[in-house]
């Protein structure tokens, strides 16, 4: 599949990686493209890097991978994404990073949503945490941890199943996006787990 990812920090970097090494097609984007320009060197053939707009026009499936602060300036260069899968790992975390901006009543996700009405909104991926992509062996103490998806569009939702799976965890279903005004809080909570003391390099799992 083509996946154009916006954002190679800490999360998109690491997933354009993992997407490369299963033959999907990847096309990179950052403020600099610099950052894009490496994580393409170090990720091999299947990784190339463009504008926003060629980003946007590229990929089937779109990954929101950028501070949620960037989302106007985004769509500003980019226009509609009408038609696109887009998957909003985005956590509206507050400066300090201990506190969401938004919540309860609403989401990232829904609001970048109402921004973006032609594109089918998937909230995923952004209840784990970059050291966990990281590390190349997805698996925690032989455990696969759980990706939460949830979404309106039933087709948008089983290819961002297929395309977790693709990199190694279990995906959950997980109803319409308004639930993404509780997965955002579970980033947060991952957060308060990390600075706690146990570190990053943990990750929900739903036990049945
Ligand atoms: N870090 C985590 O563990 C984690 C976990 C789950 C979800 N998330 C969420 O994932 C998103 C990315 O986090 P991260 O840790 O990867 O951040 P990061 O390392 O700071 O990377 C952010 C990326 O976004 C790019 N960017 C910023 N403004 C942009 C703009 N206007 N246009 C295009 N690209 C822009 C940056 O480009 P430049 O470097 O060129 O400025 C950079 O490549 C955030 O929304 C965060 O809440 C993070």
Request: proline share 4%; with cysteine; net charge negative.
């Amino acid at each position: 599949m083509n996946i154009g990812i916006i954002g190679t920090g800490n999360m998109g970097g690491n997933l354009a990686k993992l997407w490369a090494r299963k033959n999907h097609k990847i096309m990179v984007t950052s403020k600099d493209l610099k950052q894009s320009g490496e994580i393409a060197v170090q990720a091999g053939e299947n990784v190339s890097v463009g504008s926003l707009k060629d980003v946007a026009d590229f990929g089937e499936v779109i990954v929101f991978a950028f501070p949620y602060e960037a989302i106007d300036e985004v769509i500003s260069k980019t226009g509609s994404f009408s038609g696109k899968i887009i998957i909003d790992i985005i956590n509206p975390l507050t400066e300090d990073i201990l506190g969401l901006k938004i919540g309860f009543n609403t989401s990232a996700a829904e609001e970048i949503a109402k921004k973006i009405p032609g594109a089918h909104v998937v909230k995923a991926i952004n209840t784990i945490a970059s050291p966990v992509l990281e590390r190349g062996n997805i698996e925690i103490d032989a455990n696969t941890p759980t990706v939460f998806y949830c979404g309106d569009n039933e087709d948008a939702k089983s290819k961002v199943s297929k395309l977790i799976s693709d990199i190694g965890f279990e995906p959950m279903e997980s109803g319409p996006l308004t639930n993404a005004r509780y997965l955002e809080p579970m980033a947060e909570f991952i957060v308060q787990l990390a600075v706690t003391g146990l570190g990053a390099n943990i990750a929900y799992k739903i036990l049945k």
